[in-house]
C-alpha cells in the first residue's frame, strides 16, 4: 500500500508522516493522526484511515509560491492525478476544454 510502508494493515504516525511528510507539516501530519485514532494506541487501521478521509476535510496547506518551480508542487499533482484515476467514477479521459465548452453550452 503506498501509504503502509510495513504491510501491517495498520498505520503509526511514522508512516504517516513519512507519506505526507513532504507535502504537509509534521505536526499537521500528527493532529490528523491523532484525530484518527480513536483508542489511542498509537496506530489506526487502514479501515479507520480510509473512513476518516472521507468523513474529515483532510487538509494540508502547501506553499505554492514558488509554482511548478518548486520540485514538490508535481510531486503533489501527481498523487491527485493517481487518486484521482483510481477512483470508481472516472471513466475516461476528458480534455479540460471540453469541460469548459459543455460548461458554455449550459449556461446558453
Given at each position: 500500500?503506498?501509504?503502509?510502508?510495513?504491510?501491517?494493515?495498520?498505520?503509526?504516525?511514522?508512516?504517516?508522516?513519512?507519506?505526507?511528510?513532504?507535502?504537509?507539516?509534521?505536526?499537521?501530519v500528527?493532529?490528523?493522526?491523532?484525530?484518527?485514532?480513536?483508542?489511542?494506541?498509537?496506530?489506526?487501521?487502514?479501515?479507520?484511515?480510509?473512513?476518516?478521509?472521507?468523513?474529515?476535510?483532510?487538509?494540508?496547506?502547501?506553499?505554492?509560491?514558488?509554482?511548478?518551480?518548486?520540485?514538490?508542487?508535481?510531486?503533489?499533482?501527481?498523487?491527485?492525478?493517481?487518486?484521482?484515476?483510481?477512483?470508481?467514477?472516472?471513466?475516461?479521459?476528458?480534455?479540460?476544454?471540453?469541460i469548459?465548452?459543455?460548461?458554455?453550452?449550459?449556461?446558453?
Open positions: 500500500d503506498l501509504v503502509d510502508a510495513d504491510s501491517s494493515s495498520t498505520l503509526e504516525l511514522e508512516e504517516l508522516q513519512a507519506f505526507f511528510g513532504k507535502y504537509a507539516d509534521a505536526s499537521l500528527k493532529e490528523f493522526f491523532e484525530s484518527v485514532d480513536d483508542n489511542k494506541d498509537g496506530k489506526i487501521s487502514l479501515a479507520e484511515f480510509k473512513a476518516a478521509t472521507w468523513e474529515v476535510l483532510t487538509f494540508f496547506p502547501v506553499d505554492n509560491t514558488k509554482g511548478h518551480v518548486d520540485p514538490v508542487i508535481p510531486q503533489i499533482l501527481s498523487v491527485v492525478e493517481q487518486v484521482a484515476m483510481n477512483a470508481d467514477y472516472i471513466q475516461q479521459r476528458v480534455p479540460y476544454a471540453w469548459k465548452c459543455l460548461d458554455s453550452i449550459k449556461q446558453s
